[in-house]
Antibody
Framework: EVQLQQSGPELVKPGASMKISCKAS????????MNWVKQSHRKNLEWIGL????????RYNQKFKGKATLTVDKSSSTAYMELLSLTSEDSAVYYC?????????????WGQGTLVTVSA | DIVMSQSPSSLTVSVGEKITMNCKSS????????????LAWYQQKPGQSPKLLIY???TRESGVPDRFTGSGSGTDFTLTISSVKAEDLAVYYC?????????FGGGTKLEIK
């Protein structure tokens, strides 16, 4: 069974950085990209970017370049997203999601979401 | 970027009704080489992660009830629920995976009378 287990909620101060983890199980970690999606309080879904765990190649939504950094640890089948220089606009739920095929086909697998709250 | 527009933004219906919701993309999602539309539909219930219902515009994900049907091609797509159940209370999103960045529609909120 494919599972994506994300790290817990975070309360961070403005200007700080933080890292969310997404541990994958039940499939070949290097066979599929890992995607990250932001859902703000307005409920809109925004695709942040993806990483190919096989070779570490990343692709970012231009909007999130400089804000998010995607990495993986193949040895533990874990993907990470670091969020930089946080502001109130970064308060949201962040999801990791695995596509149906290596790169596309929609996202049948989602993590449970990580709530990030940016507040002094 | 491809802009995805959904309508209506909300819908209030009675159990048993048939409903349709629409998704329009700012450019065609039909890939000519394989004749596939690169569009997915998701259902998100309160407090849950999105759930994939439909991919390739009309392929139902395993385990999804057959009352959910996706249709359309090119730039205009529809999700139909043939007979709404109380458990279908959710927000429904469309998403294109034709070109980066992947983009989502703003959602249609389904409420039950």
């Amino acid at each position: 069974e494919v599972q994506l287990q994300q790290s817990g909620p975070e309360l961070v101060k403005p200007g700080a950085s933080m890292k969310i983890s997404c541990k994958a199980s039940g499939y070949s970690f290097t066979g599929y990209t890992m995607n990250w999606v932001k859902q703000s309080h307005r409920k809109n879904l925004e695709w942040i970017g993806l990483i190919n765990p096989y070779n570490g190649v990343t692709r970012y939504n231009q909007k999130f370049k400089g804000k998010a950094t995607l990495t993986v640890d193949k040895s533990s089948s874990t993907a990470y997203m670091e969020l930089l220089s946080l502001t109130s606009e970064d308060s949201a739920v962040y999801y990791c999601a695995r596509p149906y095929y290596a790169y596309d086909g929609g996202f049948p697998y989602w993590g449970q979401g990580t709530l990030v709250t940016v507040s002094a | 970027d491809i802009v995805m527009s959904q309508s209506p933004s909300s819908l209030t219906v009675s159990v048993g009704e048939k409903i349709t919701m629409n998704c329009k993309s700012s450019q065609s999602l039909l890939y000519s080489s394989n004749q596939k539309n690169y569009l997915a539909w998701y259902q998100q219930k309160p407090g849950q992660s999105p759930k994939l219902l439909i991919y390739w515009a009309s392929t139902r994900e395993s385990g999804v009830p057959d009352r959910f049907t996706g249709s359309g091609s090119g730039t205009d797509f529809t999700l139909t629920i043939s007979s709404v159940k109380a458990e279908d209370l959710a927000v429904y999103y469309c998403q294109q995976y034709y070109s980066y960045p992947w983009t989502f529609g703003g959602g249609t909120k389904l409420e039950i009378k």
